[in-house]
Nanobody, 120 residues
């Protein structure tokens, strides 16, 4: 069964950068769409970015577009989220998820999350 483990979170100052990793095991990563989601305290979970099964397309929420980049390394069974120009509003627990498509309801496998804190 597919398992996902996030890493790379931590404390960063506004304007700084972090790279999150989502390591997969159990199945070939290329068989799944992989999405990044986040949940801030007191807020609903929201989609951040997603990469399709084939890697032919990616998408981003308006709030992170131009600042975040999703990428994959299928040989390492890992998907990355490069986060630049971080803002305090980006503070959240970030989750990666895998499924048949980038639709939220198609995400069947979830990691436990990694905390990103953006603060001075």
């Amino acid at each position: 069964q597919l398992q996902l483990v996030e890493s790379g979170g931590g404390l960063v100052q506004p304007g700084g950068s972090l790279r999150l990793s989502c390591a997969a095991s159990g199945y070939t990563l290329g068989y799944y769409a992989i999405g990044w989601f986040r949940q801030a305290p007191g807020k609903e979970r929201e989609g951040v970015s997603c990469i399709s099964k084939t890697g032919s397309s990616t998408n981003y929420s308006d709030s992170v577009k131009g600042r975040f980049t999703i990428s994959s390394d299928n040989d390492k069974y890992t998907v990355y989220l490069q986060m630049n120009s971080l803002k305090p509003e980006d503070t959240a627990v970030y989750y990666c998820a895998a499924g048949s498509s980038c639709d939220y309801h198609d995400m069947d496998y979830w990691g436990k999350g990694t905390l990103v804190t953006v603060s001075s």
